[in-house]
């Protein structure tokens, strides 16, 4: 049976625990892909994580890219939402759950090398189901910008965080 339990204190618990580690990051990554497992098809590196704030590295490489030779959009559209989701997760309560209901994508350039994405974001209290808008920008490794994501979040209680209880 799928746990329904909210994410962050165990997302926060993990990246205490592993982040410090040699090669604790690229773990910390690994189990989260494991948590939601499309996005850890990515392949991406949690680089930082705290309440509000996330970074995320995704190298550039085949297995990621179009036939124009730069990272596929739908991928860095995963990553941003990723990165978002990340940084709002993080700092939620046990008691507190997420879902992406809606996602944007301004892309202004190619995306080639390592893409960082990068939220920083308030952390809404919950109470009751609420849509939080949260946004990611993902920088090429020349510090360009070569995307924006714009991603809401239905944030509720446990019990709540989904019309219908369902996620």
Same mark, same amino acid.
């Given at each position: 049976?799928?746990?329904? =339990? %909210?994410?962050? !204190?165990?997302?926060? %618990? ?10 604790? /990051? /690229? ?6 892909? /494991?948590? !939601?497992? *499309?996005?850890?098809?990515?392949? !991406? #590196? &949690?680089?930082?994580?705290?309440? $509000? ?7 550039? /490489? ?21 990165? #978002?989701?990340? %940084? ?9 759950? $997420? ?7 301004? *892309? ?7 893409? &960082?994405? =990068? ?8 109470? =009751? ?6 946004? $990611? ?26 019309? $219908?209880? !369902?996620?």
């Amino acid at each position: 049976m799928p746990s329904h =339990e %909210a994410p962050g !204190a165990r997302l926060r %618990a993990m990246w205490r625990r592993l982040s410090p580690l040699p090669g604790g /990051r /690229r773990v910390f990554s690994f189990l989260m892909g /494991r948590m !939601a497992p *499309y996005s850890g098809t990515l392949g !991406a #590196t &949690v680089m930082a994580l705290e309440p $509000g704030h996330c970074v995320v590295h995704l190298r550039d /490489r085949r297995k990621v890219r179009n036939h124009l030779r730069s990272v596929h959009a739908i991928a860095q559209a995963n990553l941003g939402e990723l990165c #978002t989701g990340l %940084a709002v997760l993080a700092g939620m309560p046990a008691t507190v759950r $997420g879902i992406v209901t809606g996602l944007a994508v301004t *892309y202004l350039k190619k995306g080639r090398g390592l893409l &960082v994405a =990068e939220c920083r974001c308030d952390i809404p209290e919950v109470r =009751e189901p609420v849509d939080h808008t949260v946004e $990611g920008t993902l920088t090429d490794s020349t510090g360009d910008v070569v995307a924006r994501v714009v991603a809401t979040w239905r944030l509720g209680p446990v019990e709540d965080a989904v019309p $219908g209880g !369902a996620a």
